[in-house]
């Protein structure tokens, strides 16, 4: 009983936590879409995306036989911590993950850009350093070779770039998602409750430029759309 009301109280604290975390820090809205208009707005980007907006959500969909699931993003001028808020439900069997993606389409250093990633999938919730882990210039060129050319020491490196955390969601269910960069770190929150973090070197890159969700394949449908920024907005140069 003792070790049942004591995990009960753990969880209780991480979620307030999370929720306290958020006070005056990520204090400025840099976008927002609740999806209600006749289609996207003028600052949504796309790379070979299907994505349509539709009787108030974003319905996200990577055309058939596209090499790459699709990609809706937004560009902004370079913040360091971000908040991204997002309401999501998985449709269908064929939805089986969606992407949050923070870029710096300046940074040479990795391909894309990529800095790092939360993956949302019914059982999984995935953060990753993409820029000095798997998307990092020489680790995805080797990755791309045919064979592989990744060494042991690449595999092992890998290793510490990425983190798995397990979840449930059902299906047609509408969930709540929060993500949030703190420097190093990345905090991830569904409906409210913390799912987990990971600290990695990669994460608290000098600045971000887009945020993009990407849809694998489709039947995942997006609503209420929301990214804010921490601290003084930079300077225009």
């Not at 990744?150 to 969601?169: G, I, Q, R, Y």
């Amino acid at each position: 009983m003792k070790s049942f009301v004591a995990a009960i109280l753990t969880s209780f604290t991480a979620t307030v936590a999370f929720a306290a975390d958020s006070s005056g820090h990520y204090s400025r809205t840099v976008f927002v879409d609740d999806f209600s208009g006749s289609g996207f707005g003028p600052r949504w980007g796309h790379y070979k995306s299907g994505s349509v907006v539709k009787d108030g959500l974003l319905i996200g969909i990577t055309p058939e036989k596209s090499d790459h699931s699709a990609v809706d993003n937004v560009k902004f001028p370079p913040e360091r911590d971000l908040e991204v808020s997002v309401k999501f439900r998985f449709v269908s069997a064929k939805a089986r993950s969606f992407n949050v993606w923070f870029d710096d389409k300046d940074f040479k250093g990795s391909h894309a850009g990529h800095i790092c990633s939360v993956s949302i999938s019914p059982t999984a919730v995935n953060i990753g350093d993409a820029k000095t882990g798997n998307f990092r210039n020489d680790i995805y060129a080797k990755k791309k070779a045919t064979p592989s050319t990744l060494t042991a020491e690449d595999k092992a490196m890998l290793t510490t770039k990425n983190k798995s955390l397990p979840v449930k969601l059902a299906l047609q269910d509408w969930h709540a998602l929060v993500i949030r960069t703190k420097g190093d770190s990345v905090e991830v929150s569904i409906d409210g409750k913390a799912v987990g973090s990971f600290k990695s070197e990669g994460v608290g890159h000098d600045h971000k430029t887009l945020v993009s969700l990407t849809t694998n394949p489709v039947d995942v449908h997006y609503d209420d759309f929301s990214l804010k920024a921490a601290g003084p907005a930079a300077a225009k140069p």
